[in-house]
């Protein structure tokens, strides 16, 4: 099967490549790069004021199925990541159940190849069934294929027993993926500030997110161990990974894009759509995390995407489920950034591509020749609505439902095959 893309916009920040050209695709190879317009191919796409760019790689996404399925399976929303340009996912381990075992992993793979439409990069559980208690059996895990170990949003109180997983990844090479807050001063509903204290709802200040930082830092220091922060919310914490990098330590970060986008100020008539956890912040923490991924202290974004059912959202706002259906809407989100002048596009590439690859520890997609076609095909001018019809994921908590949107994948190839077309 050949594959002529005509006229697009390439974009790789790995190559430092902003061009026009054709891409001429081949046995999932790309083949060809340049003025193609004599090539002929079995299928041939216009692509002329489109954005063409490697393909995504999502570290932090839940897929739920399993004993979830009524908020998603792992082929409902590996469709919907490959929509939104991923091939490449690393799934929360706080799955039902945990993915603690070989069993679970295995499982999960199973469904995913299965599905066909995105490889599957594990993040296993740090402890067992993410109780905090105990050590997984971190390095039979490894031997299942997970990337790296998380206790997902559960926090690990006992040091002694940080200590111990950290000094048992470090031992191994391994790598922990953290999700900072501290268990006691995250028992509230938002971010603590003038909106939660207007709407009476229990607020998580931003020092739930810093004392755990510094915590995991230090230990991160002292033991050796590779550690990725996921899901950065305050302009402190971006401080203190811009801090550590300074100071030499090999840490990365990365941010949820609803983070990106929206603040604390949208929860106002208790719009449960926005319940997160962590908790959407205030606009300066907003426009630090632009500059955080501007100046290279957060080097990925995520999309920390949670598919929920409709019931899971229609209650007191504090009894709701957390999280947001993300996949549907991360395109458009990416482009109201552009189009607001707060990001660019070779900058949102980078950071969902090349430094997520690279934090997975996979091979980062390249456009270049004799390399395998992991790419996406984005229209920024693309207008649509985001409802019932129009959505993939089996998520019903899309913030953005009922919208015109702007900005739409077209097409993702996975190693030349494809896994999405509009």
Same mark, same amino acid.
């Given at each position: 099967?050949?594959?002529?893309?005509?006229?697009?916009?390439?974009?790789?920040?790995?190559?430092?490549?902003?061009?026009?050209?054709?891409?001429?695709?081949? *046995?999932?190879?790309?083949?060809?790069?340049?003025?193609?317009?004599?090539?002929?191919?079995?299928?041939?796409?216009?692509?002329?004021?489109?954005?063409?760019?490697?393909?995504?790689?999502?570290?932090?996404?839940?897929?739920?199925?399993?004993?979830?399925?009524?908020?998603?399976?792992?082929?409902?929303?590996?469709?919907?990541?490959?929509?939104? *340009?991923?091939?490449?996912?690393?799934?929360?381990?706080?799955?039902?159940?945990?993915?603690?075992?070989?069993?679970?992993?295995?499982?999960?793979?199973?469904?995913?190849?299965?599905?066909?439409?995105?490889?599957?990069?594990?993040?296993?559980?740090?402890?067992?069934?993410?109780?905090?208690?105990?050590?997984?059996?971190?390095?039979?895990?490894?031997?299942?294929?997970?990337?790296?170990?998380?206790?997902?949003?559960?926090?690990?109180?006992?040091?002694?027993?940080?200590?111990?997983?950290?000094?048992?990844?470090?031992?191994? *090479?391994?790598?922990?993926?953290?999700?900072?807050?501290?268990?006691?001063?995250?028992?509230?509903?938002?971010?603590?500030?003038?909106?939660?204290?207007?709407?009476?709802?229990?607020?998580?200040?931003?020092?739930? #997110?810093?004392?755990?930082?510094?915590?995991?830092?230090?230990?991160?220091?002292?033991?050796?161990?590779?550690?990725?922060?996921?899901?950065?919310?305050?302009?402190?914490?971006?401080?203190?990974?811009?801090?550590?990098?300074?100071?030499?330590?090999?840490?990365?970060?990365?941010?949820?894009?609803?983070?990106?986008?929206?603040?604390?100020?949208?929860?106002?008539?208790?719009?449960?759509?926005?319940?997160?956890?962590?908790?959407?912040?205030? #606009?300066?923490?907003?426009?630090?995390?632009?500059?955080?991924?501007?100046?290279?202290?957060?080097?990925?974004?995520?999309?920390?995407?949670?598919?929920? #059912?409709?019931?899971?959202?229609?209650?007191?706002?504090?009894?709701?489920?957390?999280?947001?259906?993300?996949?549907?809407?991360?395109?458009?989100?990416?482009?109201?950034?552009?189009?607001?002048?707060?990001?660019?596009?070779?900058?949102?590439?980078?950071?969902?591509?090349?430094?997520?690859?690279?934090?997975?520890?996979?091979?980062?997609?390249?456009?270049?020749?004799?390399?395998?076609?992991?790419?996406?095909?984005?229209?920024?001018?693309?207008?649509?609505?985001?409802?019932?019809?129009?959505?993939?994921?089996?998520?019903?908590?899309?913030?953005?439902?009922?919208?015109?949107?702007?900005?739409?994948?077209?097409?993702?190839?996975?190693?030349?095959?494809?896994?999405?077309?509009?």
């Amino acid at each position: 099967m050949s594959i002529l893309i005509s006229g697009a916009r390439i974009l790789d920040p790995s190559l430092e490549l902003d061009t026009v050209a054709d891409v001429y695709i081949r *046995g999932g190879v790309i083949e060809s790069i340049g003025d193609l317009a004599k090539v002929h191919a079995d299928t041939q796409v216009d692509a002329k004021g489109m954005i063409l760019s490697p393909s995504f790689v999502d570290l932090n996404t839940c897929l739920r199925d399993l004993s979830q399925i009524q908020k998603g399976t792992v082929a409902s929303e590996t469709y919907a990541a490959a929509s939104a *340009g991923f091939t490449d996912l690393c799934p929360s381990p706080d799955t039902q159940p945990c993915s603690d075992t070989g069993s679970v992993i295995s499982m999960i793979n199973s469904k995913a190849e299965a599905a066909g439409f995105c490889n599957l990069l594990p993040i296993a559980a740090l402890t067992k069934n993410l109780k905090g208690t105990a050590l997984s059996n971190m390095e039979s895990l490894s031997r299942s294929g997970c990337i790296g170990f998380s206790n997902a949003g559960y926090d690990i109180t006992d040091n002694t027993v940080l200590l111990r997983c950290y000094e048992y990844a470090a031992t191994f *090479g391994l790598k922990v993926f953290v999700q900072a807050q501290d268990k006691q001063l995250s028992n509230g509903h938002m971010h603590a500030g003038p909106t939660a204290t207007r709407m009476g709802l229990d607020g998580i200040p931003v020092i739930a #997110e810093t004392l755990s930082i510094s915590r995991h830092l230090l230990f991160m220091q002292h033991t050796g161990v590779q550690g990725h922060f996921n899901q950065l919310t305050s302009s402190a914490g971006v401080a203190l990974i811009r801090q550590a990098k300074a100071q030499g330590m090999k840490v990365t970060a990365d941010v949820g894009i609803a983070h990106l986008c929206f603040t604390d100020t949208a929860i106002q008539g208790y719009r449960s759509q926005y319940h997160m956890q962590p908790p959407l912040r205030e #606009e300066s923490d907003r426009i630090a995390l632009l500059v955080g991924i501007k100046d290279g202290t957060i080097d990925a974004i995520c999309s920390a995407h949670q598919p929920h #059912e409709s019931s899971a959202k229609c209650a007191p706002f504090a009894a709701t489920a957390t999280g947001m259906a993300i996949y549907d809407m991360l395109i458009p989100l990416i482009q109201g950034l552009v189009d607001a002048n707060e990001l660019t596009w070779m900058a949102a590439i980078k950071a969902l591509s090349f430094n997520s690859a690279n934090i997975a520890d996979i091979k980062a997609t390249r456009l270049a020749i004799s390399k395998a076609a992991n790419l996406t095909l984005i229209d920024p001018n693309h207008s649509w609505i985001l409802d019932v019809d129009s959505q993939l994921s089996q998520g019903t908590n899309q913030a953005l439902a009922y919208q015109t949107l702007k900005a739409r994948v077209q097409l993702t190839l996975k190693d030349g095959q494809v896994t999405y077309a509009v």
